[in-house]
């Protein structure tokens, strides 16, 4: 770090106008964006130096591309070294060059001042398709990026600030959606403009030397921020895994990323040594992408201070080559976001041994559905681009629930997205979008509640469904004795039909007809200590609120609650069945947790339990649509709810 030249009040000006400037390249994309996906909020941006280091990111910059924009930014710089000119706009996608995945297209700018380069402004936005074998880009099968999408490795989209028509044609016709992608390339080329804007109005007030100096000691005063407190915290070594629901082409087992955090002094180290081998799907995370998830992870312990490649500089990453963790051209990589949610929710679990004020249990995981195909409703029968997420629960802390109904810890910038307007651009009703009762995992401090959605398909052709999601198997987790979540998957009822069918977590390109009805939940957040603990007060709320169900209450809380009038929430809770229920559980649970596996499964088949009792009394994974039992899943399983929940109860 170099000496620091500016005196506190300029550099606390220039700090917070950096910070602003990247906020107003947002506010511009909000704006002027195309794609309904962008409108609300899958996008960030960053102010770079001139060498690439992230300068700032904005205060709503969603998590999953912090710390990848710098890589993008300096893969720019290498491909265009010595031919830069003012007014250029550069484009990349390419995952392979520190970014994420192909859906997450960059521009960026080189800011001039007197023929000089002094920074860089970027605007990164996820365009809905960018071609590939499905609509949406999401082929959880591919195996290799050429089922993916169009790869785009820097390349100069404006020059003298206009459009290149050519090659903006090439790329915006590789997609579903033409025209909004032209559209979010004027958006995010005008964002960089207005970040450009605010840099050399600085540069007017303060002199060039002095910004390049802001640029400089705001990285420093967050690098020395970071080592300081790391200093203070004791050294040592911790380690923990999570797990990728599948291998689709392997044996039936939970995909391992193993992670080793050490503190020395005043850095921080992360080994994945252990780590799968990368799978044959979409689930792999290049090597950008790890890096972002640890950068997120950490710096969720970290809220007070600002972002920039000073942080970065405060820890290191160590991941075998060829791994999940670190996939090369050309394995398939566009649902690194699998990969991500795990490493973040391990750091926020090695973390919350250091420190145990903002202690967190597992977070619900981010899924992807996308539905394509033409719009019957108009003449001409347009393509049409379905592309949702869903919200879901966090986990539950050291103190307090964990937050209901939230954006993923992947992206906590992003907005759920209005129904109404999705009605309007596809052919897909809602009829159902509420909290998902019995979703939050319980604890002393419950999980976050997730939701279902419900929708169906009216008046298309040719209409395919793709969902791009995880933890059917390796199931959000709690801490400290808590309990896990619920599995996720997909219902669907075909047109015509009353049976109910289970899909599953993970497919592409399934034909769907008009009147086909498909249904999802999200889980809620995992437990954050003993269930046995929590204030039968609270459970009772709970009940009153919808979040937990009268049965589950008293099989997961041991709260036997009567049900007085539940038209108008009159409930109460039975004191002394309570105390007889928490100590049944207390002297069973434990045997329950080793129970024979295939004894649990064929209690599922017959109805006498269902996926919570499997999940949360026996740690039991199995094929949640014929029962049977997944052994090697299930081991695994319960080897983490052992180390996480069995050894959490007193």
């Known amino acids: 770090m170099a000496q620091q030249t500016l005196d506190p009040v300029t550099f606390e000006v220039l700090k917070n106008s950096f910070i602003s400037a990247v906020d107003q390249m947002g506010e511009q994309v909000l704006r002027t964006c195309y794609s309904f996906v962008i409108y609300n909020r899958d996008f960030s941006n960053a102010l770079h130096d001139a060498e690439g280091n992230c300068i700032a990111q904005g205060n709503q910059d969603i998590a999953v591309h912090v710390g990848t924009l710098h890589y993008t930014c300096k893969a720019v710089i290498e491909a265009f070294r010595g031919k830069m000119k003012e007014g250029d706009v550069y484009a990349i996608n390419d995952p392979y060059a520190g970014g994420t995945h192909f859906s997450d297209v960059r521009l960026v700018r080189p800011i001039f001042h007197e023929g000089r380069v002094i920074a860089f402004s970027q605007a990164n936005g996820h365009w809905s398709d960018v071609g590939g074998s499905v609509p949406g880009s999401f082929d959880v099968m591919a195996r290799e990026m050429f089922r993916e999408g169009l790869r785009i490795t820097p390349v100069r989209l404006f020059e003298n600030n206009v459009l290149i028509d050519d090659v903006a044609t090439l790329i915006a016709q590789n997609s579903r959606d033409p025209a909004s992608i032209i559209g979010d390339m004027q958006a995010q080329a005008e964002a960089t403009a207005v970040c450009q804007r605010d840099i050399l109005r600085l540069v007017e007030k303060y002199g060039v030397e002095t910004v390049e100096a802001g640029f400089a000691e705001v990285q420093d005063y967050v690098e020395r ?23 689709p082409a392997g044996s039936e087992g939970l995909i391992p990323i193993k992670i080793r955090m050490t503190i020395k002094g005043d850095k921080a180290y992360y080994d994945f040594a252990g780590s799968h081998d990368v799978i044959a799907s979409i689930y792999n995370s290049a090597e950008g992408a790890t890096f972002s998830a640890v950068a997120a992870g950490m710096k969720t312990f970290f809220p007070d201070l600002p972002l920039n490649s000073g942080f970065y500089r405060a820890f290191e990453i160590t991941a075998p080559e060829g791994s999940i963790v670190d996939a090369k051209w050309p394995v398939a990589v566009t649902g690194f976001l699998m990969p991500f949610e795990k490493i973040m929710n391990s750091i926020f679990e090695m973390w919350s041994d250091i420190m145990p ?46 937050s209901n109904c939230t954006t993923a810890c992947f992206g906590t910038g992003l907005q759920t997205q209005p129904v109404e307007g999705q009605e309007r651009a596809n052919p897909i009703r809602t009829t159902e979008f509420q909290i998902m009762r019995d979703s939050p995992g319980p604890g002393k401090w419950r999980g976050g509640a997730g939701v279902r959605k419900t929708s169906i398909l009216l008046d298309a052709d040719k209409a395919v469904l793709s969902y791009i999601c995880d933890r059917e198997r390796a199931v959000v987790w709690g801490i400290k004795g808590g309990l896990p979540s619920m599995p996720h998957g997909l219902h669907m009822v075909r047109a015509g039909k009353t049976h109910e069918d289970w899909l599953g977590s993970v497919f592409s390109d399934l034909p769907m007809k008009t009147g086909d ?34 049965e589950r209450a008293a099989k997961d809380y041991g709260v036997v609650i009567r049900a007085i009038d539940p038209e108008i929430l009159a409930y109460e809770i039975d004191a002394a069945e309570t105390k007889k229920a928490r100590e049944a559980i207390r002297a069973a649970r434990k045997d329950w947790a080793e129970a024979d596996p295939e004894v649990v499964a064929a209690d599922y088949r017959a109805g006498k339990i269902d996926r919570l009792d499997a999940v949360r009394r026996f740690a039991v994974i199995l094929d949640w649509e014929s029962g049977e039992v997944l052994p090697k899943s299930t081991a695994q399983f319960r080897e983490m709810f052992r180390l996480r929940t069995v050894e959490g109860w007193a």
């Open 225 to 247: 921020a970071v080592r300081t407190r790391l200093a203070a915290l004791p050294d040592g070594e911790w380690a923990t895994q999570d797990f990728i629901d599948r291998d």
């Open 357 to 402: 004020e903002r202690a967190i249990a597992c977070a619900f995981n981010l899924e992807y559905l996308l539905a394509g195909g033409q719009d019957a409703r108009l003449a001409g029968k347009p393509l049409f681009m379905f592309y949702d997420w869903l919200p879901g629960g966090w986990g539950g802390r050291n103190g307090k629930d964990g």
């Open 517 to 550: 009805v498909f249904s999802r939940p999200t889980a809620g957040g995992g437990g954050y200590g003993d269930p046995l603990e929590r204030d039968p007060a609270a459970v009772l709320e709970d009940v009153i609120d919808d979040y937990v169900s009268v």
